[in-house]
T-cell receptor, first 114, second 115 residues
Framework: AQSVTQLGSHVSVSEGALVLLRCNYS??????LFWYVQYPNQGLQLLLK??????LVKGINGFEAEFKKSETSFHLTKPSAHMSDAAEYFC????????????FGQGTRLTINP | NAGVMQNPRHLVRRRGQEARLRCSPM?????VYWYRQLPEEGLKFMVY????????ESGMPKERFSAEFPKEGPSILRIQQVVRGDSAAYFC?????????????FGEGSWLTVV
């Protein structure tokens, strides 16, 4: 069965610092991987997705993620944090072969310090 | 192009009442999903529907919960005889038909409070 583990339920960085949110997956088949962002009391917005093309995926708002099969990881990064990046971030996996069900990690709350 | 529309955004029900949550998918999307987010937790899959068909309901509680996506009209998530533990945010999502790499778009959510 597919699963996702997000390391660190809370991450705090200073404005302008590197953002690194960790995600490890477990999948018996080549996975499709997603990062979503959720602002307070809102729905989820897709940041980026990996669908077996390039291993380095660029998303919106300056975020990117690298798929590393050997490490079963799909960490999310942004070189320079902005106050508006404060939100909850979810990593999700969708298995191949016709299934479209997303399995989400527990989420990481990102706080940006001025 | 409107996104996934959910209503109501907020719903308060007394224990034992029924809650009905509605979802209109994005234009052209024939696949609908319902997820539940309990306080301080991630999203948990509930059900996956296509028009007039339930494809996967492995995440639905066995009792009191039902979902439909009729030929015409929105998808409905129905919770009968609500209990306090049903208080959560319920998110609907939709996608185009195709494979698992398709983007799934989420609505703004419906927050259910059971008092």
């Amino acid at each position: 069965a597919q699963s996702v583990t997000q390391l660190g339920s809370h991450v705090s960085v200073s404005e302008g610092a590197l953002v690194l949110l960790r995600c490890n997956y477990s999948s018996s088949v080549p996975p499709y991987l997603f990062w979503y962002v959720q602002y307070p009391n809102q729905g989820l917005q897709l940041l980026l997705k990996y669908t077996s093309a390039a291993t380095l995926v660029k998303g919106i708002n300056g975020f990117e993620a690298e798929f590393k099969k050997s490490e079963t990881s799909f960490h999310l990064t942004k070189p320079s944090a902005h106050m508006s990046d404060a939100a909850e971030y979810f990593c999700a996996v969708s298995k191949g072969q016709g299934a479209q069900k997303l399995v989400f990690g527990q989420g990481t709350r990102l706080t940006i310090n001025p | 192009n409107a996104g996934v529309m959910q209503n109501p955004r907020h719903l308060v029900r007394r224990r034992g009442q029924e809650a009905r949550l509605r979802c209109s998918p994005m234009k052209g999307h024939s696949h609908v999903y319902w997820y539940r987010q309990l306080p301080e937790e991630g999203l948990k899959f509930m059900v996956y529907l296509q028009k007039e068909n339930i494809i996967d309901e492995s995440g639905m509680p066995k009792e009191r919960f039902s979902a439909e996506f009729p030929k015409e009209g929105p998808s409905i998530l129905r919770i009968q005889q609500v209990v306090r533990g049903d208080s959560a945010a319920y998110f609907c999502a939709s996608s185009l038909p195709g494979g698992p790499g398709n983007t799934i778009y989420f609505g703004e959510g419906s927050w259910l409070t059971v008092v």
